[in-house]
């Protein structure tokens, strides 16, 4: 997160403390591209909160180390076969996986003050339970088995993180950023079983994720610490893994989104606020969907809920 008038740097020796919060009601069915209302969809509801604590070790290098809390619903309705029954929730919540990562800026800040661009790189440890059991309800009696992938705390796979980010000043008022965020894990599967009918879905599936932004930041109310943002967005899960198989269930696809947001700078306070609107969704075929349906000219996709918008705030207090 770049501060007000574009301030990306902090002093070598400060730490930063930030908690973000993320809210999701997934709710809108797709399949590839398509929207399919469904009466029976599941729907998720997500609450991620991330205590982040960073360290300027100097000038150009730094640390940051992060830890997810997450409370998460899922509500489906009673299925056997294609017959239907009331609805029910599962929850799940806890302690995500952790993650460190360590960042360097390309050039110098003291002579890059302008534009800069910074790479970092990261590992994420497995600490999130990835085989959570709830109750699930059925036409006879409860069942007790493992939870929908989407909102399992943890993958079960240790994973390595790049992000980079450049930021660059127009004139006095206005400053251009990027952001790019992916998580390659390259175990394929953690052995934790999903319950669903297709053999080759049997097993979770350990997913590569991705995140990229382009944006400008603009004053809103300078004299009071109050910039804007506009961004382009987008987020998702590739159906193929950058290293390693990407056999097993996942439910691959990406949301395109526009990102209006706000910051509010005072001192060593920031202040954070976004609520990126989705334009467009696409849940693509999985590895499962090729083996199941090999044809190249029919669908041949699972379904996926998607969110109309997410709701991000943060705050971050630099000493």
Do not use: C
């Not at 409860?142 to 240790?158: F, R």
């Amino acid at each position: 997160m770049i501060g007000a008038r574009g301030e990306a740097y902090v002093a070598p020796g400060s730490w930063q403390v930030s908690v973000f919060y993320r809210n999701q009601h997934s709710d809108r069915r797709f399949v590839g591209s398509n929207e399919e209302p469904d009466p029976h969809v599941a729907v998720n509801d997500l609450n991620v909160f991330d205590l982040t604590i960073s360290y300027a070790l100097t000038s150009r290098y730094g640390f940051d180390l992060n830890l997810p809390v997450l409370v998460m619903n899922r509500e489906q309705s009673i299925r056997s076969g294609q017959t239907f029954g009331s609805r029910f929730s599962t929850q799940a919540g806890g302690l995500g996986d952790v993650s460190v990562m360590a960042r360097r800026w390309f050039f110098d800040p003291a002579k890059a003050q302008r534009r800069n661009v910074s790479v970092g790189l990261g590992i994420k440890i497995p600490t999130g339970k990835d085989d959570v059991r709830d109750e699930f309800q059925t036409f006879g009696a409860p069942v007790v088995q493992t939870v929908d992938q989407s909102i399992q705390p943890g993958d079960g796979g240790w994973g390595f993180m790049l992000r980079a980010s450049t930021f660059g000043r127009l004139g006095e008022s206005f400053t251009l950023f990027s952001t790019l965020d992916y998580l390659s894990n390259p175990k394929e599967t953690n052995g934790v079983p999903t319950y669903r009918p297709r053999a080759s879905e049997a097993i979770m599936s350990v997913p590569d994720q991705y995140l990229g932004r382009l944006g400008i930041q603009f004053p809103v109310g300078p004299k009071w610490g109050i910039w804007g943002n506009l961004a382009g967005r987008i987020e998702g899960v590739p159906a193929h893994d950058l290293f390693g198989g990407s056999a097993g269930f996942r439910r691959p696809g990406y949301a395109v989104s526009i990102e209006p947001g706000l910051i509010i700078s005072r001192q060593a306070n920031t202040l954070f606020a976004s609520v990126p609107y989705a334009i467009y969704r696409n849940r693509s075929k999985s590895v499962p969907d090729e083996i199941d349906n090999p044809i190249p000219q029919t669908l041949g996709n699972g379904d996926a809920a998607f969110a109309d918008h997410l709701l991000l705030l943060g705050y971050s207090y630099t000493f």
